[in-house]
Each structure stands twice: as structure tokens, then as C-alpha cells.
């Protein structure tokens, strides 16, 4: 073979070999947005616990799921807590720490 039939054939190859990762490479974010979307959530509750606490509840559908809380503390610190792992149409309920406030909640799917 000649070296310029064997140089083009190198880079026919790498050329496929690096189009063929791209394509791999695609398809992985598609399939994780498709996790995602797979999970619809009903309007997350506020709760109230009997000692003080401030909590949300969530109920999804499509997969199993963890709810979580985003907490605000009287002294201006906002962290976010989980709730327990529910499975399709079940409920998740996350807490806040005593004297803190739930400003926002969701879910991920688990």
C-alpha cells in the first residue's frame, strides 16, 4: 500500500472514530433530560410540625423521588435539606431546622 493510501485511510478512520464519540457523547445528556422530565410534581405544601418546625411536602409521578427544602434562618443563612426517598405517587416530606423558614422546595428523582 502507499504511504499516502495509508495516511488518507488513518485519517478516514480517526475521523469516524472521533464522530462516532461525538455521537456517544450526545446522547448521554439527552438521556439524563429524559430522567428529569420524567418526574411531574404537584405544588409543593407548606407544613407546620408540632414542635415548631417548618417543613414541605411533595407528592410526584413518573419515578421514584426525594423532596428537598431551601431553609432561611433569622440570621440570613439559606441551606437546603432532603426529605425521605417516596416512589412514583407517593409523598416526600423535608424539614427545616427549629426557627428557620422554607422559601422554596422541590424534588429530584432518586
Do not use: Q
Not at 97 to 106: H, Q
Amino acid at each position: 500500500m502507499k504511504t499516502h493510501h495509508r495516511a488518507s485511510l488513518l485519517a478516514v478512520s480517526a475521523s469516524l472514530v472521533i464522530a462516532g464519540a461525538g455521537v456517544a457523547g450526545a446522547g448521554a445528556p439527552a438521556s439524563a433530560a429524559s430522567r428529569t422530565a420524567a418526574l411531574t410534581c404537584d405544588a409543593w405544601r407548606y407544613e407546620r410540625g408540632g414542635t415548631g418546625h417548618h417543613g414541605a411536602s411533595m407528592t410526584c409521578y413518573g419515578s421514584a423521588f426525594t423532596s428537598y427544602v431551601i431553609c432561611h434562618k433569622p440570621n440570613g443563612y439559606m441551606y437546603k435539606k432532603f426529605g425521605n426517598r417516596a416512589p412514583s405517587g407517593g409523598t416526600s416530606t423535608a424539614w427545616c431546622a427549629l426557627n428557620a423558614e422554607v422559601v422554596d422546595a422541590g424534588a429530584v428523582p432518586r
